[in-house]
């Protein structure tokens, strides 16, 4: 007569152990580089809200003082429609500087990734676990930059968020396809030319996204907002102002929801791809 018992058979035993192994080999990855973060707190701060600081004093606060710009009520809706396009700058800003420049630096002289990818795991998912750090630290840099501009406008804007699950589900998904991008860039830049791209691509992404104006806004110049569609700075400041001004001008959810999970995608398919390449070769 033959028993039968609760154990479970050894390959699917094995698949658990090696699943398991992996979730605990990303998570150390993710760590190493948010233990790093801490380390270096003092700077992520100042890079991540030196900018929108400035931008929300100087227009929103100096301005309406000095007779310039937009001043009294006016100029409280122009805060509000701000500080979600100073997010968006940050996301994009913070998620290719956390992933890029540090890929650059191990690819190029402290040659660290070498010891990450003999991590028990396949090269690609060392190459996502650069994208969730990248990803975090960008999330962390976007909320930070809502008190800090409703410090320095004044108290003008309104931290209020009308759309609470579209904030919740719209600021990681940006966050990844920042982090995304970055990890593009961090693989297929000349580790001499990556300042000079910076300066070439983070300007024109944050002047022509939709970060000091609504979408809606460039319908007087029709070339142009059809040009910045190919910018996912716009579907940024688009989602999150929609996610805070709750009924105000905005861009369709469907178009920024649907563009961005196309864009994470594609760009996730094509950076740890090439990222695997680069680490191959």
């Known amino acids: ?101 540090p890929l650059v630096q191990e690819f190029s002289v402290s040659r660290e990734i070498e010891d990450r990818v003999m991590a028990p795991i396949p090269v690609k998912l060392v190459g996502m676990a650069k994208v969730v750090s990248g990803a975090i630290q960008g999330i962390i840099a976007a909320l930070l930059v809502m008190p800090v501009v409703w410090l320095t406008s004044g108290f003008e804007a309104d931290l209020t968020v009308g759309r609470p699950l579209v904030f919740v589900t719209l600021l990681p998904m940006a966050a990844l396809v920042a982090a995304s991008v970055g990890l593009l860039l961090g693989t297929i830049v000349n580790p001499r030319r990556i300042g000079f791209l910076f300066a070439l691509l983070l300007l024109p992404m944050t002047l022509l996204g939709c970060v000091y104006y609504p979408w809606s806004a460039l319908s007087a110049i029709r070339w142009l907002q059809v040009a910045v569609l190919l910018n996912p700075v716009v579907y940024f400041s688009e989602g999150l102002r929609a996610s805070t001004l709750g009924e105000a001008s905005h861009m369709s959810l469907w178009a920024v929801y649907g563009l961005l999970a196309a864009a994470l995608a594609v760009l996730l398919f094509v950076a740890t791809r090439t990222f695997e390449r680069r680490v191959i070769t």
Do not use: C
């Open 1 to 101: 007569m033959t028993t039968t018992t609760g154990a479970v058979p050894a390959p699917a035993q094995a698949t658990r152990v090696s699943t398991s192994a992996t979730l605990r080999t990303l998570l150390a990855l993710i760590e190493r580089d948010l233990t790093v973060l801490v380390h270096e707190g003092v700077g992520f701060l100042l890079r991540s809200l030196m900018q929108p600081a400035l931008f929300s004093f100087v227009f929103v606060y100096v301005f309406p003082r000095i007779g310039q710009g937009i001043g009294g009520r006016a100029g409280g809706q122009f805060a509000n429609v701000l500080m979600p396009g100073l997010m968006a700058s940050s996301l994009m800003f913070q998620g290719i500087q956390a992933v890029a420049l």
